[in-house]
């Protein structure tokens, strides 16, 4: 069983569409993220929910509105996408908030968007 | 915030010899760290991680050495395999912004 799986693994789409990915955990986390993954694979967080409730938002553009309807799900929608969008996106869980002492993050296979 | 950089983006290393990966971070308030793996086409995964009360951790053929004082970490593979090649990244944890800081990885290439 994969413990973090997202969907979908690619997305290729025009600019100015609207498109979402989704994710859940089946580990019994309480806390999820989201991270973006650029082409020169750095890792950077753009938000984190903890029990459904956001905690991180990272000077991400309001065209990303991530929700959680309950722990185990966050999915991430992105409006009006623009060439800059296109990226590796990777979902991810922890037992709780990083910081206090609950573990390491597990992540999804990753969402691969491309925006022409 | 957080600044983790890795020394190396690149690395290769024969069969059979012994990797060293490195990063440095700059939050000495930091007590958390994790080195992650990641291969093509995947996402990343937990290899070893350390706590700040410790300065060496062994895993099977992973050893993570913490050094404090000069707020860095390293990452050794003994006996590298090819099955070793991928991007590795140190992450460290940070208590107040309740979130992992990601370094910019090194790719690693074992050649047979």
């Known amino acids: 069983d994969t413990a973090v799986s997202q969907t979908p693994k690619y997305l290729v789409t025009q600019m100015g569409n609207d498109k979402s990915i989704k994710c859940e955990q089946n580990?019994?986390?309480?806390?999820m993220y989201w991270y973006k993954q650029d082409s020169k694979k750095f890792l950077k967080i753009m938000f984190s929910?903890?029990?459904?409730?956001?905690?991180i938002n990272e000077t991400v553009p309001n065209r990303f509105s991530p929700k959680s309807p309950d722990k185990a799900h966050l999915n991430l929608h992105i409006n009006s996408l623009e060439l800059g969008d296109s990226a590796v996106y990777f979902c991810?869980?922890?037992?709780?908030?990083?910081?206090?002492?609950?573990?390491?993050?597990?992540f999804g296979e990753g969402s691969r968007l491309t925006v022409l | 915030g957080e600044s983790v950089g890795l020394h190396l983006p690149t690395l290769s290393v024969q069969e059979g010899d012994n990797s060293i990966i490195n990063c440095a971070y700059s939050?000495?308030?930091?007590?958390?760290f994790i080195w992650y793996k990641q291969e093509s086409g995947k996402g990343p995964q937990f290899i070893i991680d350390?706590?700040?009360?410790?300065d060496k951790r062994q895993g099977q053929r992973v050893t993570v050495l913490l050094n404090k004082t000069v707020k860095h970490l390293s990452l050794q593979i003994a006996a590298t395999q090819p099955g070793d090649s991928a991007v590795y990244f140190c992450?460290?944890?940070?208590?107040?912004?309740?979130?992992?800081?990601f370094g910019t990885g090194t790719s690693l290439t074992v050649i047979p």
């Open positions: 992450a460290v944890e940070d208590r107040t912004g309740n979130q992992f800081y």
């Open positions: 580990l019994g986390h309480d806390t």
């Open positions: 929910y903890n029990n459904k409730e956001l905690i």
């Open positions: 991810a869980s922890s037992r709780g908030l990083a910081g206090a002492n609950t573990g390491e993050l597990f």
């Open positions: 939050n000495s308030a930091s007590d958390y």
């Open positions: 350390i706590r700040s009360n410790m």
